[in-house]
């Protein structure tokens, strides 16, 4: 199971819990919080000077296995486990080009916090509490 999926089974599990207001005005609000991610992520590239990127990487570990004959006796076979990790490696970037990202998403920010405000008022004449 991936990492992402496990920060999911969490938010579904209250997503099943909440209102169909709330759920509404959630739905109405995600693209704003996307936004707000890769805001932030652009605005600590440009301030340490480079991007953080996660790799994967696979490692195969080999190791003895034991088996079962039919009458009973055991016995040893070489096996292999594949192992798959993530890790972060900085990242070179272009200051200029990082700048110029993080104006745009500014705007596209403002933009949808608009209409995310009209959408929860929507939401809100739609499910009155």
Same mark, same amino acid.
């Given at each position: 199971?991936? *990492? !992402?999926?496990?920060? /999911?089974?969490? @938010?579904? #599990? ?6 169909? &207001?709330?759920?509404? =005005?959630?739905?109405?609000? *995600? !693209?704003?919080?996307? /936004?707000?991610? @890769?805001? #932030? ?6 301030? &340490?000077?480079?991007? =953080? ?77």
């Amino acid at each position: 199971m991936t *990492r !992402s999926t496990l920060l /999911l089974i969490p @938010l579904l #599990a209250l997503a099943a819990c909440s209102t169909p &207001r709330e759920q509404c =005005i959630s739905n109405a609000n *995600r !693209s704003v919080a996307t /936004l707000d991610r @890769l805001i #932030a992520v652009t605005r600590g590239n440009i301030q &340490r000077g480079y991007a =953080i990127a996660e790799v994967q990487d696979v490692r195969v570990l080999r190791s003895s296995c034991e088996g079962t004959n039919e009458d009973g006796s055991t016995f040893r076979f070489p096996c292999e486990e594949t192992e798959t990790f993530t890790r972060r490696e900085p990242v070179s970037i272009n200051i200029a080009e990082e700048r110029t990202k993080l104006a745009q998403l500014e705007t596209r920010h403002d933009q949808q916090a608009r209409d995310a405000q009209e959408r929860i008022q929507q939401c809100v004449a739609i499910h009155p509490e």
